[in-house]
T-cell receptor, first 115, second 112 residues
């Protein structure tokens, strides 16, 4: 079975500061891991994904995430926050072809960026 | 490439009416997923379909909800006899290869 825990439902940072959004997962097989961003009243946009290649994954908008098997983590980071990064972020896990790509999502982290 | 198209964007139904939500996947994507997002919550899986087949409906409520993806036309999520608790955002996603989705903008259902 697969599950995701996002630590911290709300994160607030100042513009220019480091962004760190935490995600821990559980999976019975090597997982595929994803981060999505959702702006108000919109769908989810894929930021980046880990599918068993390089453990450090670079995504769009300057975000990256590192897969750490020993810690069962896939935290999302960005060195310098922009006002436009304010949104809700979801971590998701899937067991890939073993469950037909069905993803389990975390409850989301709302990122606020202060000027 | 028009992306995943969902309509309507907003839908208001009175209790007891039927709601029909439509989703056209991206061109070339044969895997369609429906998710529901309740207020202040993450997305919950409902159903996974391929053309003319329901592959996994383990997240669908046992009654009143059904989904289809016909050979021609969009995928349809149908909710019969809606209740207030059905009010949510319903998202469709499509995938070519099971390792990441493209989401539509969602249908926000309000039951009054």
């Amino acid at each position: 079975a697969q599950s995701v825990t996002q630590l911290g439902s709300h994160v607030s940072v100042s513009e220019g500061a480091l962004v760190l959004l935490r995600c821990n997962y559980s999976s019975s097989v090597p997982p595929y891991l994803f981060w999505y961003v959702q702006y108000p009243n919109q769908g989810l946009q894929l930021l980046l994904k880990y599918t068993s290649a390089a453990t450090l994954v670079k995504g769009i908008n300057g975000f990256e995430a590192e897969f750490k098997k020993s810690e069962t983590s896939f935290h999302l980071t960005k060195p310098s926050a922009h006002m436009s990064d304010a949104a809700e972020y979801f971590c998701a896990v899937t067991e890939g072809r073993t469950n037909a790509g069905k993803s389990t999502f975390g409850d989301g982290t709302t990122l606020t960026v202060k000027p | 490439n028009a992306g995943v198209m969902q309509n309507p964007r907003h839908l208001v139904r009175r209790r007891g009416q039927e709601a029909r939500l439509r989703c056209s996947p991206m061109k070339g994507h044969s895997h369609v997923y429906w998710y529901r997002q309740l207020p202040e919550e993450g997305l919950k899986f409902m159903v996974y379909l391929q053309k003319e087949n329901i592959i996994d409906e383990s997240g669908m409520p046992k009654e009143r909800f059904s989904a289809e993806f016909p050979k021609e036309g969009p995928s349809i999520l149908r909710i019969q006899q809606v209740v207030r608790g059905d009010s949510a955002a319903y998202f469709c996603a499509s995938s070519p290869n099971l390792d990441g989705y493209t989401f539509g903008s969602g249908t926000r259902l309000t039951v009054v």
